[in-house]
Antibody
Framework: ELKLVESGGGLVQPGGSLRLSCADS????????MSWVRQAPGKGPEWVSG????????HYADSVRGRFTISRDNSKNTLYLQMNSLRAEDTAVYYC???????????WGQGTQVTVSA | DIQMTQSPSSLSASVGDRITITCRAS??????LGWYQQKPGKVPKRLIY???SLQSGVPSRFSGSGSGTEFTLTISSLQPEDFATYYC?????????FGGGTKVEIK
């Protein structure tokens, strides 16, 4: 079972950068394709980015393509999201998750808050 | 990209009521769809996967159905703990799309 804990959130100015991390204390992260999902205040969840289990394939929502980069280090059981050129509309709780809807397994972290404000 | 339209955006119902929430896709999809429940301040919890399979531990009053472009989540007898917001989630190719959400409130 994946046990996911996100970190790296915080307050950043518009145009700034942050790197989020998601660690798996169950040490099996490398088996799973993973995603980052965010949820802005009062809004529904929004899928942001996904990466294959090996890390060789990545995908992005149009809203973040070219600004965000997803990556992983399976030797460290850790998933990352590098966020550059941050905007106010990127303010949200960011979750790492395994959300393949064709299978029963569904794992989410507790989320980390990112606030973009001057 | 496939667009998902979820309806209604909100509904008021009483304990014991049967309710149905619908997600419509802009083009036909397989069964690559799930349903989530979210309560304020909590992480989304999946109820249904593969359009109609009940997640382990989820009460049997929840059910999912549909194919092609229309999918539904039904709660057969609404319980007090079911008042929450519900989202569908489509997985198409390598992209995921959440529906806009349905807030279920107490009448």
């Amino acid at each position: 079972e994946l046990k996911l804990v996100e970190s790296g959130g915080g307050l950043v100015q518009p145009g700034g950068s942050l790197r989020l991390s998601c660690a798996d204390s169950g040490f099996i992260l490398g088996r799973y394709a993973m995603s980052w999902v965010r949820q802005a205040p009062g809004k529904g969840p929004e899928w942001v980015s996904g990466i294959s289990a090996s890390g060789d394939t990545t995908h992005y929502a149009d809203s973040v393509r070219g600004r965000f980069t997803i990556s992983r280090d399976n030797s460290k059981n850790t998933l990352y999201l590098q966020m550059n050129s941050l905007r106010a509309e990127d303010t949200a709780v960011y979750y790492c998750a395994h959300i393949i809807v064709l299978v029963a397994a569904d794992y989410w972290g507790q989320g980390t808050q990112v606030t973009v404000s001057a | 990209d496939i667009q998902m339209t979820q309806s209604p955006s909100s509904l008021s119902a009483s304990v014991g009521d049967r309710i149905t929430i619908t997600c419509r896709a802009s083009q036909g999809i397989t069964n690559d769809l799930g349903w989530y429940q979210q309560k304020p301040g909590k992480v989304p919890k999946r109820l249904i996967y593969a359009a109609s399979s009940l997640q382990s531990g989820v009460p049997s009053r929840f059910s999912g159905s549909g194919s092609g472009t229309e999918f539904t989540l039904t709660i057969s007898s609404l319980q007090p703990e079911d008042f929450a917001t519900y989202y569908c989630l489509l997985h198409d190719s390598h992209l995921f799309t959440f529906g806009g959400g349905t807030k279920v409130e107490i009448k």
